[in-house]
């Protein structure tokens, strides 16, 4: 029904930016909630940030809050996260993500992105 790609990724040192997208096709971008997990190795995926169908509500995980910033332009069926002064514990790969109800829980997304790698240097 949908798919996504992510882009972005990449090594950055502690303190830097970098800003992922995630680009949609098929379906309706719209009609779902896009947010953003993270896993490293031998760890769970966990849930980073989701932002509304309309782009007016965001929520976050508290690891991130008032560091990241989710965002998405529906008109170009594209979604972003914006990472700023990134730590060392933020490196995983990150997975774009779109579902239409519970976003908190990695169990719960209905479509998933192949994931790409941000590795936070020291």
């Known amino acids: 029904q949908v798919q996504l790609v992510e882009s972005g990724g990449g090594l950055v040192q502690a303190g830097g930016s970098l800003r992922l997208s995630c680009a949609a096709s098929?379906?309706?971008?719209?009609?779902?909630?896009m947010g953003w997990f993270r896993q490293a190795p031998g760890k769970e995926r966990e849930f980073v940030a989701v932002?509304?169908?309309?782009?007016?509500?965001?929520d976050y995980a508290d690891s991130v809050k008032g560091r990241f910033t989710i965002s998405r332009d529906n008109a170009k069926n594209t979604g972003y996260l914006q990472m700023n002064s990134l730590k060392p514990e933020d490196t995983a790969v990150y997975y774009c993500?779109?579902?239409?109800?519970?976003?908190?829980?990695?169990?719960?997304?209905?479509?998933w992105g192949q994931g790409t790698q941000v590795t936070v240097s020291s």
């Open positions: 993500a779109a579902t239409v109800g519970y976003y908190r829980d990695y169990r719960s997304i209905d479509y």
């Open positions: 098929g379906g309706t971008f719209s009609s779902y909630l």
């Open positions: 932002i509304a169908r309309s782009g007016g509500s965001t």
